[in-house]
């Protein structure tokens, strides 16, 4: 919870949703979890709110921001999910993907970009849906019956908080629309061609509207105790990464933030104009805020794995009990030793779109030790970033000055400078690090019939940061980077869709 006119948060509460590995590859997560963790942070956050002496009664506006990609269908006459959420990063569509590049002229990835913005790839929701309508009798035969609706994780929130069965509404925004591959990110409208040629019912498709405008009002379901959110309007709708531009005031072109989470996404504000890449970046929809206003454009480098390698760390190599130990053993060494570290778990995503690729350590001598390690997988989140950096450098033509940041990562101090060192230019985080809730709730807070949050520049305050400035030298940097792309072309083509079965994978 935010105040409107200082942008200071007031109240919070956070719940980590558990994620489930059914098969090697496959990453999922239960919707209905994803409601009740929504429903306890409400709770939670109203229940902070009165320790505070704050009437829950001034909340005016309620914004959404979610996982972008990640699909969920549910039955529209039970409000029960029909299969559970297939997570953005999930590898499950690359039999999907291949089968469809066939029916493409040059077996063309791009084909679709300049309608889209996007690759054919794994990551975005139109191949997930294709994949659950192939596999999911429930989900066929609910098609059939008229009784499945599709959408990203914001549709399935805002239906839910919105009525569910008893007259929920089914739409999303324009920044999770243009990550489907159905939508044309020009006309701003589902493009009835695409859905053709991934042979999905137009009908299951959420009704999309603008970032900033009253969707629906809250239906109380919680005990919050007064029940005082009932009736209050759902009026903000935000992809993660959208939200987090918005939260860092990236208004003006050329403006860039990158957020460090489960995977790590840098997004450069290019206006009114949609650019597209000759490097491996994304062209995707930064934010609408209003019916009436414009559409704003971003160009997107996407990293499938970052906080996940700290995660991965702990829960797998159990070389960590807490992911805080991983700065602590990174600082211990301050090296890693000539080590590099390529976490290509779910292959190669921005600016190679490489699907398989898998996850490398290499450089290893008797004298690597798990400090080595943890060091070399904050460098690989570090360098990744300096990939896509110099990309949209190329796209745009205009060398950042400066890196603005956020996300949970960016508490790790380490991390803030080595990525300053590796990309020598300062990195800026702001000392409110959670803005993608920020950006949602502006959005909210600005859209009409609520206006109590200007969006003017002049009426943004302005934020209290932290500078991390380069302490290494140029040629070192530049050294160590060539040393990471190095390791990056060894981990390229290991997984080839011919391998035989080890009684693991489909």
Not at 326 to 340: D, H, N, Q, R
Not at 348 to 366: D, F, M, V
Not at 475 to 503: C, H, I, L, Q
Request: net charge negative; with cysteine.
């Amino acid at each position: 919870v935010f105040n409107a006119k200082t942008a200071e948060l007031l109240s919070h509460h956070q719940v980590e949703i558990q994620q489930k590995f059914p098969k090697e590859g496959w990453v999922e997560q239960d919707p209905k979890e994803i409601l009740k963790s929504v429903h306890e942070c409400v709770e939670r956050t109203c229940e902070k709110l009165q320790q505070l002496n704050i009437d829950v009664t001034n909340i005016k506006a309620i914004g959404v921001s979610n996982q972008r990609e990640t699909t969920v269908v549910w039955d529209k006459t039970t409000g029960e999910p029909l299969y559970n959420a297939i997570v953005w990063l999930d590898l499950r569509t690359q039999s999907t993907v291949e089968r469809l590049l066939k029916r493409i002229p040059g077996k063309n990835k791009a084909f679709f970009k300049f309608r889209t913005g996007l690759p054919l790839s794994t990551y975005f929701s139109a191949v997930k849906l294709r994949w659950l309508l192939d596999n999911v009798d429930e989900i066929r035969q609910a098609v059939d019956d008229g009784r499945a609706m599709f959408g990203t994780i914001d549709s399935w929130l805002i239906w839910s908080l919105t009525g569910g069965k008893n007259g929920g509404v089914h739409c999303t925004d324009v920044t999770n629309a243009s990550r489907t591959m159905l939508f044309n990110i020009h006309s701003l409208e589902w493009d009835p061609e695409l859905c053709q040629f991934f042979d999905i019912p137009m009908e299951i498709l959420p009704k999309v509207r603008s970032s900033s405008e009253i969707y629906g009002l809250m239906v109380c379901f919680l005990a919050c105790k007064s029940g005082a959110l009932t009736g209050v309007p759902i009026s903000g709708c935000l992809g993660d990464q959208s939200a987090a531009l918005v939260g860092q005031m990236c208004f003006q072109d050329g403006q860039a933030k990158n957020t460090y989470g489960t995977g790590c996404f840098l997004l450069c504000n290019t206006g009114q104009k949609s650019v597209f890449s000759e490097h491996g970046l994304l062209t995707t929809i930064a934010y609408k805020l209003g019916r009436d206003k414009p559409v704003c454009y971003a160009l997107e480098g996407s990293v499938a794995i970052a906080g996940a390698v700290v995660r991965w760390l702990r829960d797998n190599l159990g070389i960590v009990k807490t992911s805080q130990e991983v700065e602590k053993l990174a600082a211990e060494v301050g090296t890693s030793y000539g080590c590099y570290f390529v976490p290509a778990f779910s292959g190669l995503y921005a600016p190679y779109w490489e699907p398989s690729a898998r996850g490398i350590i290499c450089g290893l001598t008797q004298f690597t030790n798990k400090n080595h390690i943890a060091f070399a997988a904050l460098e690989a989140v570090c360098f990744q970033t300096r990939e896509i950096l110099d990309a949209i450098n190329k796209d745009c033509g205009i060398p950042l000055n400066q890196l603005q940041v956020d996300g949970g990562m960016t508490n790790n101090k380490i991390l803030m400078q080595l990525q300053s060192d590796i990309l020598c230019i300062p990195v800026v985080k702001p000392s409110m690090p959670e803005t993608t809730a920020l950006g949602a709730a502006m959005a909210a807070g600005a859209a009409e019939g609520v206006g109590i949050w200007s969006l003017n520049p002049g009426d943004l305050t302005a934020v209290t940061c932290e500078r991390f400035e380069p302490q290494i030298n140029p040629e070192e940097s530049e050294f160590r980077y060539a040393r990471w792309k190095k390791a990056v072309m060894k981990s390229m083509d290991w997984e080839t869709s011919e391998a035989p079965s080890n009684g693991k994978s489909e």
